[in-house]
């Protein structure tokens, strides 16, 4: 495709429930990144993978929170046990170098937790 | 710790006037990045400008111009003539270099621009 696409767009989920969001990044990319956008906020970055390998996962908010990219393109965020303060937007961001330039970011996923 | 602070939170202008959104920035990094998104109601990000740390060249994109000024750590965004579709919200971020080699993006709270016809 061409750019990032994420899956799904909006998911509601009751509390306790376990969630897992797609990333699809652009083909090539070497880098991905997740972000945790709270309504009215800026995004907050979570973590970021170099091919497979997740380099950084100091944002992660607590263990309920996993990411992984196990073939160093397709990422999946799973959050078991979903809390309310979840809700917020997940974007994705890919770049084609280990850094941040040109970072281009997917539609993103709303999260609901009720 | 990076810090990237947008004052404003909501601003209204009539079409065709100016428009400046401003942006503070924190960082003990001598080199680092600067960056203005637009975020739409659709929700993607839309990279407008990257700025590195040893370029103070103020730069023009069209009705879009950009004013670094090290000094006082800002890094302000102007919009000419503005227009309905410039409505969104724009973030303000800023990278530095951490010791993974990597640099990891801090954003601003963000400034929601609403033109008014």
């Known amino acids: 495709g061409a750019g990032v696409s994420q899956s799904p767009r909006y998911k509601v989920a009751k509390r306790g429930q376990d969630v897992a969001l797609r990333c699809d990044p652009i083909?090539?990319?070497?880098?991905l990144f997740w972000y945790q956008q709270a309504l009215g906020q800026g995004p907050e970055f979570l973590t970021y993978?170099?091919?497979?390998?997740?380099?950084?996962k100091s944002g992660l908010p607590s263990d309920r929170f996993f990411a992984e990219r196990p073939e160093g393109s397709v990422s999946t965020l799973k959050i078991q046990r979903t809390q309310q303060e979840d809700s917020a937007v997940y974007l994705c961001?890919?770049?084609?170098?280990?850094?941040?330039?040109?970072?281009?970011f997917g539609p993103g996923t709303r999260l609901t937790v009720t | 710790a990076q810090k990237v602070t947008q004052a404003q939170t909501e601003i209204s202008v009539v079409e065709k006037e100016d428009v400046t959104l401003d942006c503070v920035y924190e960082?003990?990094?001598?080199?680092?990045?600067l960056f203005w998104y637009k975020q739409p109601p659709s929700g993607e990000l839309v990279f407008l400008i990257r700025?590195?740390?040893?370029?103070?060249q103020n730069e023009i994109s069209g009705r879009y111009s950009w004013n670094f000024q090290k000094s006082t750590s800002s890094f302000n965004f102007t919009i000419t003539a503005s227009q309905v579709v410039d409505s969104a919200v724009y973030f303000c971020?800023?990278?530095?270099?951490?010791?993974?080699?990597?640099?990891?993006?801090?954003f601003g709270t963000g400034t929601k621009l609403q033109v008014i016809p």
């Open positions: 961001a890919s770049s084609s170098t280990g850094t941040p330039y040109e970072q281009y």
């Open positions: 083909s090539g990319h070497v880098s």
């Open positions: 993978f170099q091919n497979e390998a997740q380099l950084d």
């Open positions: 960082t003990r990094d001598t080199t680092y990045y």
């Open positions: 700025r590195n740390s040893f370029d103070e």
């Open positions: 971020a800023l990278s530095g270099t951490n010791s993974g080699g990597y640099q990891k993006v801090t």
